[in-house]
């Protein structure tokens, strides 16, 4: 069992930066990919970003490359989403998944939290 909770949301004028924290606990925390999620009011939730468990490589959704960028601490159990150049559309409740490689089977999620991005 992995339990995740996310901090570290907030409001920001566009442009600004956030840093959001995911710790999990429990042991196997290296034994998954780590990805995150977003979801913005009325729409689906969509994939953000992703670091592999092993190799460290890292994926990330067209919308948000080149301005933010995951990564991950195995010893700290952690996982980390630094977020620059944030855009309006940013905006949304950003949550933390462990799952398999692809992101599409999900063990585990976080409870999620607020980013608010101003113009």
């Known amino acids: 069992q992995v339990q995740l909770v996310e901090s570290g949301g907030g409001l920001v004028q566009a442009g600004g930066s956030l840093r959001l924290s995911c710790a999990a606990s429990?042991?196997?925390?290296?034994?998954?990919?780590m990805g995150w999620f977003r979801q913005a009011p009325g729409k689906e939730r969509e994939f953000v970003a992703s670091?592999?468990?092993?190799?460290?490589?890292?994926s990330y959704a067209d919308s948000v490359k080149g301005r933010f960028t995951i990564s991950r601490d195995n010893a700290k159990n952690t996982v980390y989403l630094q977020m620059n150049s944030l855009k309006p559309e940013d905006t949304a409740v950003y949550y933390c998944?462990?799952?398999?490689?692809?992101?599409?089977?999900?063990?585990?999620w976080g409870q999620g939290t607020q980013v608010t991005v101003s113009s």
């Open positions: 998944a462990a799952g398999l490689a692809t992101m599409v089977d999900i063990f585990y």
């Open positions: 429990g042991r196997t925390f290296s034994s998954y990919t």
């Open positions: 670091i592999r468990r092993i190799d460290g490589i890292a």
